[in-house]
């Protein structure tokens, strides 16, 4: 497969090279390949639906065709993969995709795990080391160092904003030792964002050292992501009639979105023909995306901190990539866009505790609310050219190619729960008034020593630091 870059087209590259380097150097762009092969029509339709590591080979084959060999590749998943996700109806048209199976309880590590042991497999051959640099707002570091906490060969550095991520995240993220190191940021998500981009485009700076990313920036943690797509999407197309009397069902897949990298992995799963309608994309006060979907201009700003603070990300990264594959015109048809303030993650975590029993995390209730309000009367309402103020919560004023399906009940929505509860349990308490339950593996975290360096929002300082620790 040949990769091409957000920025220049003209570029063409491996695999290897767009994991190791994570972005383009020279333009800043990020890593696309240049074509999705769908899978075989016999693979999609199989059934029962096939099983998820299965579905991870049969998706990622293409992608590194004729630079890691099939025994290899299948060896990657088993390792990565100890775990899978979960499909669950939590009422006749709603399902919940459970993605926090994993160690770190959070959907990144699926991305995270199978990009490690790439990563490792490329640089078996290397002499020096190769540092990983990452930005997060939540979950992303934890399951990065997670996954690459011993590895061989490999150093990670995790930036976090200090005071703006959750007491359970960020005990996650600032207990590691060894080969993995956190630093505790002065300032957002964005400005830890752009340290680390500035750090990969600093021409003396990788001089010196081999630098790759860790964010859903690298194609080896969005490739990933879009396995669960697939393998949700082909389960609820065979459950559905069982659940709900719809055959063959316009499935939506409702994304609580930051850095939109996972969208952008359902993006890509759609393209290789994941029986996938649509998208809703669901978010917080920090509305980048749904502005640029209802009016057209992207216009990046500050983030703010609120209460599903993963997605607390004011310029999106990955909006590159999607600005990259579709025309404004064409995301218009394949999403909705939602977005709620602090009150209605409150009220959108109770509503769904009340209503199915089910105890949802803040950035999973912002998906559950845009889809019961999509299905009861939301979308209608813009059918019947009611719009609305795309600066208030709710819904934004475009009307997606799928809306027909939904309005004559044909459609069902998948959720996207991608973290445990546990890991927002203030938030969660406060809207339903019970703790959610911890598991163990976030439990035995908090009596782990800190080890997080605090940081300015300086690059020189940051740049200093990276030269003389690495």
Known sequence: MIYTDTRDKSVKTDFKNAVMNGMNEA?????????????????????????????????????VADEIPDADLAAIIQDAYPFAAKVLPIDPTAYVLELFHGPTCAFKDFGARFMARVMSYFNRTED????????????????????????????????????KISPLQEKQLSTFDDNVRALKVDGTFDDCQKL?????????????????SANSINIARLLPQSFYYMYAALA????SWRVNKIENPAIIAVVPSGNFGNLTSGLIAREMGAPIAGFVAATNTNRTVPDWIATGTYAPRPSVTTYANAMDVGAPSNYERIAALYDIETVRGLFASYWLDNDGIISAIKDCFTRTGYTIDPHGAVAWKA??????????????????????????????????SVLDKQAVGIILETAHPAKFGATVTQAIGREPAIPDRLEKVMHLQD?????????????DWLLATL
């Not at 074509?35 to 299965?54: G, Q, S």
């Not at 190769?130 to 930036?159: E, K, N, Q, R, Y």
């Not at 889809?371 to 475009?398: C, E, H, M, V, Y």
Request: aromatic share 10%; charged share 20%.
């Open 196 to 212: 680390v981009k500035t750090a990969f485009t600093d021409a003396q700076l990788r001089g010196k050292l081999r630098l790759s």
């Open 128 to 163: 020096t080391r190769l540092h990983i640099l990452v930005a997060t707002s939540g979950d992303t570091g934890s399951a990065v160092g997670s996954a690459f906490h011993h590895v061989p060969g490999l150093d990670v550095t995790i930036l976090y904003p200090d005071g």
């Open 27 to 63: 333009t800043g762009g990020l890593y696309l390949p240049v074509a999705f092969p769908a899978l075989p029509p016999e693979f999609i339709n199989k059934t029962p639906e096939p099983n998820f590591r299965d579905i991870a080979f049969a998706m990622a084959k293409p992608y």
């Open 451 to 463: 080890r997080a360096i605090p940081m300015k929002n300086d690059y020189p300082q940051f740049k």
């Open 236 to 239: 609820v197309r065979n459950q």
């Open 371 to 404: 889809w019961d309000d999509i299905r009861n009367g939301a979308l209608q309402s813009l059918k019947d050219g009611k719009k609305g103020d795309f600066t208030k919560p709710g819904l934004t004023p475009n009307l997606p190619a799928w809306a027909d």
